[in-house]
């Protein structure tokens, strides 16, 4: 797949900008050419959804930090003709506890990684929805749902979005792009990174292996 690099730094909030090779790849006919990433403080259009009281954070879990450039190894997800294969940092494993979803852990799942960072990944192409109403859609859940405190939209493009919230009282750091079949514009798969603030380089590398990565099985 011809997939495009998604740049952010550690420590500085993403933004998208109009020209050059985009974020994710570009659709057929009128359909508009996904943003370019670039590391400066630029705002998204509704960067943040304001919360009417503090919220309490934890501390982050002690776990070692997604690191970037980490070996992968190709895994599928779904079943032909509606299934892609990424690339998987090597060794991590899967979990499709929940319906239509599979994640990615860096070990089997439990207590001591949870809330440390994971990859998931969806197909979508049955929702027969364009890339940018997906994201829109993903937005407002997101913006929305009972158990997220402190959303702030930090960026986003075309087709991705980055994102911080509090979920079960740790901060956590979302980038999420939508992908569609070349000549397409409807969307058949979901990627997302989901860790900690320490975690923005390794989450970062890790989206754009795997969207760039990305095969239609």
């Known amino acids: 797949m011809d997939g495009r690099r998604l740049g952010l730094a550690a420590s500085t909030v993403v933004a998208m900008a109009a020209a050059g090779a985009g974020l994710g790849y570009a659709v057929a006919g009128d359909a508009p050419e996904p943003l370019q990433v670039v590391a400066g403080p630029v705002a998204a ?12 954070v934890l501390e982050d ?4 930090t997604l690191e970037p450039g980490l070996p992968a190894s190709r895994r599928v997800v779904g079943t032909s003709p509606f299934a892609v294969s990424l690339p998987v940092p090597r060794g991590w494993e899967s979990s499709d506890a929940t319906a239509g979803e599979t994640r990615f852990y860096p070990e089997e799942y439990s207590e001591d990684i949870k809330n440390t960072y994971f990859v998931r990944v969806r197909l979508v192409a049955n929702q027969y929805l364009s890339v940018a109403a997906q994201l829109d859609t993903r937005i407002r859940a997101l913006s929305t749902a009972s158990g997220i405190e ?6 986003r493009s075309f087709d991705a979005l980055v994102a911080t919230y509090v979920s079960e009282g740790y901060r956590r750091v979302a980038m999420e792009q939508y992908v569609a079949k070349p000549g397409q514009d409807t969307a058949f798969a979901y990627v997302a990174v989901i860790g900690r603030e320490q975690d923005r380089d390794g989450l ?4 754009d292996r ?3 990565g990305l095969e239609y099985e």
């Open 210 to 212: 795997l969207v760039s």
């Open 61 to 64: 879990k002690e776990y070692p």
């Open 150 to 155: 402190a959303f702030t939209l930090e960026s």
């Open 45 to 56: 259009d509704d960067p943040a959804y304001p919360q009417d009281r503090e919220v309490e």
């Open 204 to 207: 970062a590398d890790l989206l």
